[in-house]
Each structure stands twice: as C-alpha cells, then as structure tokens.
C-alpha cells in the first residue's frame, strides 16, 4: 500500500501539473471548476441518481442559502508575512492528520459509480483524509475498512429504532477499525425530498445503500423473524411449486419497473441470483429496513446507552442551534458537526455556515466543531476553519469526481480543494492551519 502523498505546497504542485499537460494539449478530466464540475456529474448520472445525490427538500432553499452564506464573509489577505513553507497539518482526537479535511459519509455511492466506497476508499487512502463510512453504505464496512487499511476512518451512525441493530453496527465499525463515531441527528425521518418525489424514487426500497444491514446479524435475524417461522426451519422460505414471487407488495399486475425493482433487490441480497428470486427474504430485507430506519423518539437520554456501546468518540452531526450545542457538551459528547445535511432534511432552514459562526464562539473550543454543508472550493474550507471549526467535511464535490472517473475523479476533486486552500492561505498571509482566526475574514 502507497504511503499518502506530501501535501505542503500542494497549491502550486497540482496547479502546476495541470498547466504542464496544457502546453501538450491535455485539459482535465474531471472539471476544476465548480459549476463545470456540477453540470458533467449532472450529465454523467441517471435522473434517478442525480435526483438523490444533487436534490435538497423542498424548493431547495436550505441548499442554496447554504452556498450563499460563503459570500457574507469575505476574506481580508494580509501581505508582507513569509508564507514560504505552509503546513495543512492537525490534530484530532489525539491524532495527526495531514489537513483538516474529511471524506463525508454519503450513502448509495452505487449511484455514482460501480466501485462504490471501494474508490472513496482508494482517494482517501491516497491523500491520507478520512474517510467517514455512512450507515447507508453500498459496500459492506469491513471491506471498506481493508480497502483503507491504517488510513483514518470514522464511522457515520443513523441510529434505527431498534437499539440491537444500532448496537451491533457501532461494534461492527469499532471491530473494522474505525476512529470516531459520529450519530447524524437530523435524519431520523427523510426530509420532503421534491425531487425523488417526482420521480417516486428511494433507493432503499431498491435494495441500494443497504449493504451494511443486509450484512448485519441483528438484521439478519430481524429479517427472519419477519418473514415467518418457514426460513427460521433453515428452508429459506422458497416459494411454493408454481407460485411466483412478484416485486414489490401491491395488488397491481407486474410492470417492467417493478420487475427491474425486484431483480435490484434480489441481486443486492446476500446469496445466489436464482435462490433470491424464490425466497421472501430479498423483500422482507428491504420492509425491514423501511421499518427499522425511522427513529423519531431518539432523545439526549440515548446517548448514554452508546457511551456504552464503544470506547470511541463520539460525534454529533445535525447540530444547527447554540441551545443545542450547549445540551451537547452537557452530556459529555467529543466532538460535533455543525451540518444542515446540506439542505436535505428542511426547506428555508438557517445556513450551515450561520450557524458555526455562532456555535463555533458558544463552544469556546470545550470540543472541537466540524462543519459542512455548502463547501465548493478551497476558499469555502478556509472561511470554515476562520469561523472556528476544527475541521471540515466535504460530500457533493468529490461525489461529482466520482461519478465522472472512480477514484481518480474523487481524489482529483478532493486533492484540487486541498491545493486551494493551500494557495489561499498563502496570498492571505497564513502558514498553518491554526493561524486562520476569525480575523482572516471582514467583520
């Protein structure tokens, strides 16, 4: 395994690169520019998949007020300082990291690209991030974490409603080597997402972005217990002789969209095609999931039971409020992610980057704050780290990466963000990552 490549003075490296292979003709693959970026993923991806990946709920409001926010807080460069030698260098948790930049958790990575979290995987192992595996993986997260071997990872919880199941995949990603464990909060129901809507589409229902339960043996069980005394006798509830098993529960005839919906969910559960094609199970998989996902009655009280779950630390993401990080550190979390799930959850909800510049400040650095939702560029991550958090995590952007060339792609983008940061905070007048204050930026 290749040793993560040396990032100081990767701005004028890969700026550099890239100016090279012009004078011979060669312009990038993946585009640098953001809008470019957005609208070759838009063409490269399914309406389905680009529907999930690039939609927010509602009229998308929360999205755009996210990148909006960027612009109320300009950057003020200072000149005249040596910045020769820079250093994106930091340390969290007790461990070095090379930037203060992570891998979001996205689910349904299939959406994007064939190899899934296997490329995620491989760009983060070859920049030295972390990587942050969603519980909505669509590879399992023992072989996402061989894919990383000694890269940092960390371990994104939606915590279901049922408290075994959510046991036993913390466990899981402990046992797999994971760092942190960081419980999203503000998806224990699906926002009012107008764009699948449209197009009645859930991923879910197709068997995608489910393998981390589908591998799980509290699932597992769950599954049998549901599908009926049959499959629990070990006959893995083939259909009767001459009785088809159709897709999805309805009363209507079989359409080619429900027979697709059911070769998607056959071929996503464990085992032989042709044995998932006549046993309840692939299905019953799916309801349950449906089932156990939702988790509205999830309160501060349940953080003590993952407290005794793990011995890592443990990260809250969804915090949008200063109330709520202030109820945070009174229950003795580590860490938190100042995050609005990038516009996904609620039309007309306060700008990500709003609410760090007032939790941030109320924090007073008791644990460290992270921050996403709206990061586009290298100068986004800047403006983050100068309104106090200690970290950023980025999802949509290397997403795009991904879709259009694998790993490359989603490397390319991510290294790109790295390069800008770095080249701004060198015509800002800043040499390390901890020089960047909330006086970098016009009051």
């Keep these: 395994m290749a040793a993560p490549r040396e990032l100081s003075g990767i701005g004028r490296a890969v700026q550099g690169a890239i100016y090279a292979a012009g004078v011979y003709g060669h312009k990038p693959k993946v585009p640098v520019e953001p809008a470019a970026l957005y609208d070759a993923a838009r063409r490269k991806m399914s309406p389905q998949a680009w529907s999930y990946v690039a939609g927010s709920a509602g009229m998308q409001r929360t999205d755009r007020a996210n990148t909006a926010a960027f612009e109320r807080f300009p950057i003020v460069p200072r000149v005249l300082r040596n910045v020769s030698e820079r250093s994106l260098d930091v340390t969290l948790f007790g461990r070095d990291l090379p930037a203060p930049v992570l891998f979001a958790p996205i689910g349904v990575l299939e959406m994007a690209h064939k190899d899934a979290e296997i490329a995620v995987a491989q760009a983060a192992r070859s920049l030295g991030l972390p990587m942050v595996l969603s519980t909505q993986g669509s590879v399992p997260m023992e072989r996402t974490a061989a894919e990383l071997g000694t890269n940092p990872m960390w371990y994104q919880l939606y915590w279901s409603n049922n408290d075994d199941l959510a046991k036993s995949l913390v466990q899981r990603a402990e046992a797999a080597g994971a760092q942190a464990i960081v419980v999203t909060l503000d998806t224990h129901l699906l926002g009012w997402r107008t764009k699948d809507l449209d197009l009645g589409y859930l991923p879910f229902a197709r068997g995608e972005g489910i393998a981390q339960y589908l591998t799980d043996p509290v699932f597992q069980q ?31 005839r079989p359409t080619p969209a429900a027979i697709r919906t059911l070769l998607s969910i056959t071929r996503h559960y464990p085992g032989k095609l042709a044995d998932n094609l006549r046993s ?77 510049a007032e939790i941030a400040p109320a924090v007073e650095g008791q644990v460290p704050v992270l921050f996403d939702s709206g990061i586009r560029s290298g100068a986004d991550i800047f403006k983050a780290l100068a309104l106090g958090a200690a970290a950023v995590l980025v999802g949509r952007p290397w997403l795009y990466g991904l879709a259009l060339d694998g790993a490359a792609g989603a490397e390319a983008v991510m290294e790109r963000l790295l390069a800008e940061l770095d080249l701004t ?6 040499a390390s990552i901890d020089e960047i204050t909330r006086d970098c930026l016009s009051s």
């Design 222 to 252: 769950l599954v049998r217990d549901k599908a009926g005394p049959d499959t629990q006798a070990g006959r893995v509830g083939r259909a009767p002789k001459g009785e088809a098993v159709s897709g999805p529960t309805t009363s209507e």
């Design 280 to 356: 309840p199970l692939p299905r019953t998989a799916v309801e349950t999931f449906l089932d156990v996902f939702p988790c509205p009655a999830l309160t501060w009280e349940d953080l003590a039971k993952l407290r005794e779950w793990t011995r890592l630390p443990i990260v809250l993401k969804g915090i949008q409020s200063v109330d709520d990080a202030r109820m945070a550190l009174d229950h003795g979390v580590d860490g938190m992610v100042v995050s609005n799930h990038g516009g996904r959850q609620i039309d007309g909800a306060v700008a990500s980057l709003d609410a760090l």
């Design 425 to 430: 905070m060198a015509l800002s007048g800043v």
